[in-house]
Each structure stands twice: as structure tokens, then as C-alpha cells.
């Protein structure tokens, strides 16, 4: 049994491995014990392996769980819903696959099980900010898919400009299997856009019929800008035939949400959605766009970080938002819900959002939704009040389909309930706490949530030792006894 990391705040609210485990949204102890796993490749001295999504294997029910390994590989580690290790996958349970990656910032499965990477690279020999996006394809069991390339790999240049940063942050696939990516293409020294790719299910190549290969959406609120500013997708979502991306667009007060509506069969801006701002009020943009500012008091800096489909077929919005109260500014998590039109979806939370800060410097990476219509949101968070970078701990929180917190979600710290479940993995003695959360994955309404802990800092030439982290929370309180896996 891991020990408990004692966490002095009242809005922190974390449940050791050893207490009871019966509420949904505490750390399940049928897996591993107690409900934390790690895994740690260190192929080189850079020890950076940072996990980003859990994929649960059709055939056999295991979790592969999929991310970034330091010497610029794809990993891929096997466990069984145990939490044991399944060293049938692989060698001792893990590969790790060549790409040419620097990140890993999406990870999804297409509709014939074929596990699909997404980051972005450099060229070799390119200047240390040329990136381009990169997407990569494996089947369960970890081969690369060599219709794709021999690794599994395609490159994907854009270059607007010679030598522009282009990166990914996003990616789905549709039911032809299909790949769509959002992310950021580079204009100019001061002007980034979003940027939209579409490609063949067949070997990831891009469609000509979709904007000529590429799409590129501008926002350009900065008036004091005029040569453009920057625009940055975080999130993509397909419905039908519609394609949701979401991020952030820069204006002269900070940066606000900013959601686009085109087509997925052309990539086309979809003009019913908030065509003017009566039907999108406050909008900076119209016809396709809409942005959506908070004014909490703090720096205005505003971001959407990931996109869902909601009980009712409306669209979830989450990010993050400064505030400011008796001149503490921390960041908050934020929800909130769209039509099809881009006008707000009836009441929700408070009113038409629902935010919370649980402590300063919080991070959000993703949100999905449970079969019953309840919201899970998740990220990193500060261990302590004031605190920042390297002192952080993962967090999931609950709300309910119409966006309230559900505070018989988790356990509370010092005994109660909770909407808010903290999740912390050991570090070596006299070690900061410091996690990278990832993105989560419903299994039978279990609850898992990819991302890496530091073991060890400092290490010979700053390295910074980090490891795979695997939590799961339950969430299927009907079954009590573990026979299920």
C-alpha cells in the first residue's frame, strides 16, 4: 500500500489507499491495490515518459495505455483490469515504437480498433521551432500499421511559412475511419491560426477534398494586431457531418474561448452557426465562430481545452478561466453548454457556466461523459494554496448533467462528500509532488485517467526522471465483489 500524502486545504480532497472505497470517484483498490499504477520505460537519460490516454482493448478487455517515451518513441504498456501487468503484450508488457515525435497530444480509437496517435515533430536537421504534425497508426496489439508507412508514421508539413511552428492538439476519427486533427498552424512572426486536417482512413494521407488539404480558421480579434494575432485549437469533436473545434483566441484584453462550426465533409464554415449576436450574445465573431469571454476579474486569460457531447446531443465546452477575488487571481475550471446554433443550451450550473477553482494554478485536459449523462472533468491542480510548478496533483470532478457539482462523488478529507477526487502517486523521498495528467477513459463506468508522475528531479544535467501514472476511480458501485473483470 502507497502512503497517504497529507494535504493541508480544506478544498483538497483525497482518499487514502487504504480507506473504504465504496463511493463512487474514490481510488478503486481491484486495481493494483490501490487504484495507482506506474510504469517506467527510461530507454535514455531524459526519462521523460509521460502517458496520455488509456485504451481498453476490445478482445480481451486489458488496458493498453499509450504515450510519449523520452527517446522520442511511442509507448505502449499492457495491463490486465487487475492492474497486473499482461506480459503477453510486447516485452514484459511494453513496447516502445520509433516515431518522429516530439509530443504526443492525442490519442484515439478508430472504429476497427486501430489505435491512432497523433503530435507533432521536427525535420531533421530543421530549426528547433519547425514542427509539423505528425499522426501514427497501431493495431491492439501494438504493430504499426505499414499501410500507413513502414513505423506506422506519416509526416505532415504545412508550412505556411518555411519553417513555421505547426503542431496538433487534438484528434478523432470518424466511422469510415477517417482522421481529423486540430491544432495551430504558424503565419507569420505573430500570427498562429487554427489549424484543421482531414485524412484518408485508407494510409492517413491528406484529402484534397476537404479546403484543398488543409483548413485554416483566423479569429484575429486583436484590433491593435492588424497583421493577425494568436489563434490556437485545443479540442475537436464530430457530429454527423459536423466538425466542433475549440481553443483559445488572442484579443487586446487576454484570450477568450473561441469555438469554430465547419463542415467535416468540406471543411466548410457552417454559417447557421451563430449568425449574428442576437443568437450569440457577446460573440466577437459570427458566421462559423463565436467567442465566448469571461470577465472574472483576473487576467482575462481564457481557454478551451476540450470539447463533448452531452446527454442531449448539445455541446460541452471546458477550459480554463482567471479569476480574481480580494486580489488572489488563480485559474478555475469552466463548463459550459452550446446548441448547434452556438447559443447557450438552456440553464446550466449557475446560469448559462459552472466554475470552480479547488487551488491556485489549476490545469484542465479533458472532460467526457458518462452513460447517465453525468460530466467528468479532469487535470492538474496546485498540492498546496499559492503553490505552482513542480508542486501539482491530478484531479476528476463530477457534475451532474445540468452542470452541478455532485458532491456524493468523492471522499472528502476529513471525512464527508465530494464532487472533487485528488489523486496523488508516491515520489522519491524529499521529492516535490509533481504529476501531468492526461486524458480519461470510461471502462464499464470505471473511471481512468492517464498522465506521469515525477519521481526524481535534479538528476545529472537537470534531468527530470518522469513515469507513466495510471489511476483508476471507481464508478460501478453496483458491483462489489470484483468478479466483473
Given at each position: 500500500m502507497k502512503p497517504c500524502h497529507q494535504l493541508f486545504a480544506a478544498a483538497l480532497l483525497f482518499v487514502c489507499a487504504g480507506a473504504s472505497l465504496a463511493r463512487e470517484g474514490d481510488l478503486d483498490a481491484r486495481f493494483s491495490s490501490d487504484g495507482l499504477q506506474i510504469v517506467a520505460y527510461d530507454l535514455t537519460t531524459a526519462k521523460g515518459d509521460v502517458a496520455h490516454r488509456v485504451v481498453v482493448d476490445p478482445r480481451n478487455g486489458r488496458y493498453i495505455v499509450v504515450g510519449y517515451v523520452d527517446s522520442g518513441a511511442v509507448g505502449m504498456a499492457a495491463f490486465k483490469p487487475d492492474g497486473a501487468a499482461d506480459t503477453s503484450f510486447g516485452v514484459s508488457g511494453k513496447i516502445a515504437r520509433g516515431a518522429p515525435l516530439l509530443a504526443i497530444t492525442g490519442v484515439t480509437v478508430d472504429t476497427v480498433n486501430r489505435i491512432v496517435v497523433a503530435g507533432y515533430g521536427r525535420k531533421p536537421g530543421a530549426a528547433s521551432l519547425d514542427f509539423d504534425p505528425v499522426v501514427c497508426r497501431y493495431n491492439m496489439s501494438g504493430f504499426p500499421d505499414t499501410n500507413v508507412s513502414a513505423d506506422g508514421c506519416r509526416v505532415l508539413?504545412?508550412?505556411?511559412?518555411?519553417?513555421?511552428?505547426?503542431?496538433?492538439?487534438?484528434?478523432?476519427?470518424?466511422?469510415?475511419?477517417?482522421?481529423?486533427?486540430?491544432?495551430?498552424?504558424?503565419?507569420?512572426?505573430?500570427?498562429?491560426?487554427?489549424?484543421?486536417?482531414?485524412?484518408?482512413?485508407?494510409?492517413?494521407?491528406?484529402?484534397?477534398?476537404?479546403?484543398?488539404?488543409?483548413?485554416?480558421?483566423?479569429f484575429d480579434l486583436d484590433a491593435s494586431n492588424p497583421g493577425g494575432d494568436v489563434d490556437g485549437a485545443q479540442a475537436i469533436l464530430l457530429q454527423g457531418t459536423s466538425l466542433y473545434v475549440a481553443g483559445y483566441a488572442a484579443d487586446e484584453a487576454g484570450t477568450d474561448f473561441a469555438i469554430a462550426k465547419i463542415s467535416a465533409l468540406n471543411g466548410d464554415d457552417d454559417l447557421a452557426f451563430c449568425p449574428n449576436n442576437t443568437v450569440c450574445s457577446g460573440t466577437q465573431r459570427t458566421q462559423g465562430k463565436r467567442t465566448i469571454g469571461y470577465n472574472l476579474g483576473g487576467g482575462n486569460d481564457d481557454r478551451a481545452r476540450a470539447l463533448a457531447t452531452a446527454a442531449d446531443g448539445t455541446v460541452l465546452i471546458a477550459g480554463e478561466v482567471q479569476r480574481t477575488v480580494s486580489g488572489t487571481t488563480s485559474n478555475n475550471y469552466l463548463v459550459t453548454r452550446i446548441g448547434s446554433t452556438g447559443a447557450y443550451a438552456g440553464t446550466f450550473g449557475s446560469g448559462t457556466s459552472i466554475y470552480n477553482a479547488i487551488l491556485s494554478d489549476l490545469q484542465l485536459t479533458d472532460m467526457t461523459v458518462r452513460g447517465d449523462g453525468r460530466i467528468l472533468i479532469a487535470g492538474t491542480t496546485a498540492s498546496t494554496p499559492a503553490a505552482e510548478n513542480p508542486n501539482r496533483v491530478q484531479w476528476v470532478a463530477q457534475l451532474s448533467s445540468g452542470g452541478l457539482p455532485d458532491s456524493n462523488f468523492a471522499g472528502a478529507l476529513g471525512g464527508g462528500t465530494s464532487s472533487i477526487s485528488l489523486i496523488v502517486f508516491d515520489s522519491a523521498s524529499g521529492q516535490p509532488l509533481n504529476h501531468e495528467a492526461g486524458r480519461l477513459t470510461l471502462d464499464r463506468g470505471r473511471i481512468l485517467l492517464a498522465g506521469a508522475r515525477l519521481w526524481a528531479q535534479n538528476l545529472p544535467g537537470g534531468v527530470k526522471d518522469f513515469d507513466y501514472s495510471v489511476a483508476r476511480l471507481t464508478g460501478d458501485s453496483i458491483f462489489t465483489d470484483g468478479m466483473e473483470f
Open positions: 508539413p504545412v508550412d505556411v511559412i518555411a519553417g513555421g511552428t505547426d503542431t496538433i492538439s487534438a484528434v478523432t476519427t470518424d466511422g469510415a475511419g477517417q482522421i481529423y486533427l486540430a491544432g495551430q498552424a504558424q503565419l507569420s512572426a505573430t500570427d498562429y491560426d487554427f489549424l484543421v486536417l482531414k485524412l484518408s482512413g485508407a494510409d492517413a494521407t491528406p484529402l484534397s477534398t476537404f479546403s484543398s488539404g488543409r483548413r485554416l480558421i483566423e
